[in-house]
């Protein structure tokens, strides 16, 4: 190929506007991707697990209301007390399945590895309240579950608290990347169009100059020089 020709000097500003757009759309398609891939974290990541532990403080809520009318004698008993036993049983596989959606994240769930060892403290002090008859120990018992309760409602809140802070790291250091990116690409894009216009100027330019002195051979030639 004769880089000197005017087919190629002609063509270059036509083949880096080319590239220039074509690489502005390469990595306009990544930030998308990379926004799309945001997305889909927070909707089956995060969200998820933020929902399932408010989920989970209702349900400790219901079991605790539960506990409530069967001491105040209000409702069938039988009735609240498996009311009892049904929401506290969501409450711990609410948080297995928190547990399980952020698995991916050690540092989050790591922070809650005692979470059964609460769950069952509190369960076992509501049903010993709830199954016992000496009215001298009702007091101590219930300030008892209610420790136990409120201890419980508290890991639940942390682990909102993680969740949720977890995913607005994420979003800050996705949006930090993204910068990043439509920097290279504004660079890279001006880049390509300075050097395509630089060729553009320079070829026909150089085109004419080139004419010029042909034509003046030329001349030269005819006149007999």
């Not at 809140?157 to 993680?162: F, L, N, Y």
């Given at each position: 190929m004769n880089w000197q020709s005017i087919r190629v000097k002609s063509s270059i500003p036509v083949v880096m506007l080319g590239v220039s757009l074509l690489a502005v759309m390469l990595m306009f398609s990544s930030l998308i991707a990379m926004q799309h891939k945001a997305l889909e974290v927070q909707a089956e990541k995060f969200l998820q697990a933020i929902s399932l532990v408010l989920n989970a403080d209702r349900d400790i809520y219901q079991a605790k209301l539960a506990t409530t009318h069967v001491l105040s004698g209000v409702g069938d008993a039988a009735a609240e007390r498996k009311d009892f036993a049904d929401n506290a049983a969501q409450v711990k596989e609410r948080f297995d399945q928190y547990l399980s959606t952020l698995k991916a994240y050690p540092d989050i769930t790591g922070q809650f590895s005692g979470f059964e060892?609460?769950?069952?403290?509190?369960?076992?002090?509501?049903?010993?309240?709830?199954?016992?008859?000496?009215?001298?120990?009702?007091?101590?018992?219930?300030?008892?579950?209610?420790?136990?309760?409120?201890?419980?409602?508290?890991?639940?809140?942390?682990?909102?608290?993680?969740?949720?802070?977890?995913?607005?790291?994420?979003?800050?250091?996705?949006?930090?990347?993204?910068?990043?990116?439509?920097?290279?690409?504004?660079?890279?894009?001006?880049?390509?169009?300075?050097?395509?216009?630089w060729f553009s100027y320079q070829g026909p330019k150089k085109l004419a100059e080139q004419i010029r002195t042909l034509s003046a051979r030329l001349s030269d030639i005819a006149n007999g020089d």
């Open positions: 060892t609460q769950f069952q403290r509190w369960q076992q002090s509501a049903v010993t309240l709830l199954d016992n008859q000496d009215a001298g120990q009702k007091t101590a018992l219930a300030e008892q579950e209610q420790t136990e309760f409120s201890a419980l409602r508290d890991a639940l809140d942390k682990a909102g608290e993680a969740a949720l802070a977890r995913s607005e790291q994420e979003q800050k250091e996705l949006n930090a990347s993204i910068s990043i990116t439509k920097i290279w690409v504004y660079s890279l894009s001006l880049l390509l169009l300075v050097i395509a216009g």
